[in-house]
Antibody, heavy 118, light 106 residues
Framework: QVQLQESGPGLVKPSETLSLTCAVSGFPISSGYYWGWVRQPPGKGLEWIGGIYHTGDTYNNPTLKSRVTLSVDTSKNQFSLKLRSLTATDTAVYYC???????????WGQGTLVTVSS | DIQMTQSPSTLSASMGDTVTITCRASQGISSWLAWYQQKPGKAPKLLIYKASTLEDGVPSRFSGSGSGTEFTLTISSLQPDDFATYYCQQYHSFHTFGQGTKLEIK
């Protein structure tokens, strides 16, 4: 069974860079699929951030693209998100996901709350 | 950007009822639509993809239909476990979600 687990800081200061990692178990990333990130501000709806293939090809939300870097480490079976120039509006639960094709999200991590505050 | 609009925002229903949630896209998305269920404090769960294909393990009382710009999620014979928030998501052009529909017990 595919399992995903996010890790990273729970509190980040404004203007800094958020770094999150998603560890995958039960499936080798190098075998395929897009792997991605979705976030959800407290009490609000869902927002897609972007996805990355094991080859490094990325597929990002245009509204966040300039601030987002996705990377994959097949040797550690994990992938990562960097989000730059944080503001309070980036406060959210961040989920890592496995995509079905480049579309729906068939597997989800449990989510990690990131608060942007000084 | 493709905008997704769900209706209603809140739906009150009783156990055993059949309910329908609608999702409209601002432009045609063929059948590139998914539905998710989310419970408080939990990650969303994929119910349906490609507008009408049931994800493995999802009960058959969930069904999806539609293509182009109008889609529906129907839940038949509501069970206690079904009271949650539901989101649609398009993946025709990048990805966007509807704002959610909260299904409450009447």
């Amino acid at each position: 069974q595919v399992q995903l687990q996010e890790s990273g800081p729970g509190l980040v200061k404004p203007s800094e860079t958020l770094s999150l990692t998603c560890a995958v178990s039960g499936f080798p990333i190098s075998s395929g699929y897009y792997w991605g990130w979705v976030r959800q501000p407290p009490g609000k709806g869902l927002e897609w951030i972007g996805g990355i293939y094991h080859t490094g090809d990325t597929y990002n939300n245009p509204t966040l693209k300039s601030r987002v870097t996705l990377s994959v480490d097949t040797s550690k079976n994990q992938f990562s998100l960097k989000l730059r120039s944080l503001t309070a509006t980036d406060t959210a639960v961040y989920y890592c996901v496995r995509l079905r094709g480049t579309g729906s999200y068939s597997f989800w991590g449990q989510g990690t709350l990131v608060t942007v505050s000084s | 950007d493709i905008q997704m609009t769900q209706s209603p925002s809140t739906l009150s229903a009783s156990m055993g009822d059949t309910v329908t949630i609608t999702c409209r896209a601002s432009q045609g998305i063929s059948s590139w639509l998914a539905w998710y269920q989310q419970k408080p404090g939990k990650a969303p769960k994929l119910l349906i993809y490609k507008a009408s294909t049931l994800e493995d393990g999802v009960p058959s009382r969930f069904s999806g239909s539609g293509s182009g710009t109008e889609f529906t999620l129907t839940i038949s014979s509501l069970q206690p476990d079904d009271f949650a928030t539901y989101y649609c998501q398009q993946y025709h052009s990048f990805h966007t979600f509807g704002q959610g529909t909260k299904l409450e017990i009447k």
